[in-house]
């Protein structure tokens, strides 16, 4: 009888920690989401970066070579 027991409580425990493993799993599925959407945002952050330092520097190089071509006249 006692066997018996042992094995209830044994399966009892291993139900307990298949629920904590469970729980474990769908919340590191959340935060692998939430990360993913995180890496998205930034990476189209930084291409909208990249974009606008790329504007920037077209504009001062065409005012460079006004100014150049204003120097020479």
Do not use: F, Y
């Not at 066997?3 to 139900?15: A, F, I, V, Y």
């Not at 629920?19 to 990360?35: G, H």
């Amino acid at each position: 009888m006692e066997s018996l027991e042992q094995t209830g409580k044994d399966l009892e425990r291993l139900e307990a920690h298949l629920k904590t493993l469970l729980e474990q799993c769908r919340q590191l599925k959340e935060e692998n989401l939430s990360l993913q959407n995180r890496q998205e945002a930034l990476v189209a952050e930084r291409a909208a970066l990249v974009a606008r330092n790329d504007e920037a520097r077209s504009k001062v190089e065409a005012m460079i070579h006004r100014l150049k071509a204003l120097e020479q006249t």
